[in-house]
């Protein structure tokens, strides 16, 4: 792991985690948005969560709106967030 690399948060404008991650059941989405905001969509209820987030090297930390905090890190391009397992959707 490189500590260098996980103390700088990261912009997201060119970051490559932004984008669309999904569990492989396709129930939770993550849209992470390019402007620090992300969009959780839960089976048929869009924009179930929304908030901001940062990530730092392959770590990702979450503030919903409503105060609530996650989160989760990035393994060999898998999203491991609160006990699931999201995938990145192309």
């Known amino acids: 792991m490189n500590v260098e690399r996980n103390s700088v948060t990261q ?3 060119n970051h490559p985690y932004v984008g669309m991650w999904v569990t ?3 129930q939770i989405r993550h849209n ?4 620090s905001r992300y ?3 839960r089976g048929k209820r869009e924009s179930a969560y ?3 987030y940062a990530v730092r090297g392959d770590h990702i930390d979450y ?3 409503t105060g609530f905090t996650a989160d989760g ?4 391009g898998v999203l491991h967030h609160a006990g699931m397992i999201l ?3 192309e």
Do not use: K, V
């Not at 992470?32 to 402007?35: D, Y």
């Open 11 to 13: 912009t997201p404008e």
């Open 24 to 26: 492989a059941d396709g």
């Open 32 to 35: 992470l948005l390019a402007n």
């Open 39 to 41: 969009d959780e969509a």
């Open 50 to 52: 929304q908030g901001r």
């Open 63 to 65: 503030w919903d709106d």
């Open 73 to 76: 890190t990035f393994i060999d």
């Open 87 to 89: 995938y990145r959707q």
